[in-house]
């Protein structure tokens, strides 16, 4: 168990709809990181948030949102959802908050969002 | 940006062999590589990782090899065990850089009794 968790483990919606993910992370950590895995694109990084501000952002489509309350949990927000938004999103957390991945990061388990 | 890919989608070795997982990147400008390890219905969990300049690096079980000249750098992993069958990721990382990792998309390692 890494510490890292997320809400909910499966997502079943309709095109068009919105979604929000949720993510927990390690107790003291301070960073955020929401990341894509789909078949045909492997781990995709989408953003970064560092103790409720946006750190780093990476390939995030503009329907796609995220925030990091006070509480340090984040949300995930998927708006106008599309069949190719299909994939598993992945969250983690690190401590530090140096721009970009570090060694330090953990990953929660996924949320499996399928659109149908 | 930086683009990282896997030789290989599949591998397949015996329980105690040694197993090589290789990588390519066509972009010099990582800072470090991670190697993250992936197993079936679970999140990547890091195994080890080689600052750009060094050419090796050791864990336990596990050894990194980077070769900037070819662009190319591998995981081997010693005495492979059942418990390493999984999805391995290699990703090549820019220090203080927004979009600033890409992860190649895989290789298979299935490990047989």
């Known amino acids: 168990d890494s510490g890292v968790t997320q809400t909910p483990k499966h997502l079943i919606t309709a095109t068009g709809q919105r979604v929000t993910l949720r993510c927990s992370p390690r107790s003291g950590d301070l960073s955020v990181y929401w990341y894509q895995q789909s078949l045909d694109q492997g781990l995709q990084f989408l953003i970064q948030?560092?103790?409720?501000?946006?750190?780093a952002k990476g390939n995030i489509l503009e329907r796609f949102s995220a925030q990091q309350f006070p509480d340090l949990h984040s949300e995930l927000n998927l708006s106008s959802l599309e069949l190719g938004d299909s994939a598993l999103y992945f969250c983690a957390s690190s401590v530090v908050g140096t721009r970009g991945l570090n060694t330090e990061a953990f990953f929660g388990q996924g949320t499996r969002l399928t659109v149908v | 940006g930086e683009s990282v890919g896997l030789h290989l989608p599949t591998l397949s070795v015996q329980e105690g062999d040694n197993s090589i997982i290789n990588c390519a990147y066509s972009n010099s400008a990582s800072d470090y590589f991670i190697w993250y390890k992936q197993e079936s219905g679970k999140g990547p969990q890091f195994i080890i990782d080689?600052?750009?300049?060094?050419d090796k690096r050791q864990g336990q079980r596990v050894t990194v090899l980077l070769n900037k000249t070819v662009k190319h750098l591998s995981l081997q992993i010693a005495a492979t065990q059942p418990g390493d069958s999984a999805v391995y990721f290699c990703?090549?990382?820019?220090?203080?850089?927004?979009?600033?990792?890409?992860f190649g998309p895989g290789t298979r390692l299935s490990v047989l009794p």
């Open positions: 948030y560092y103790n409720g501000e946006e750190r």
């Open positions: 080689i600052r750009s300049n060094m």
């Open positions: 990703a090549g990382v820019r220090d203080n850089y927004g979009q600033n990792f890409v």
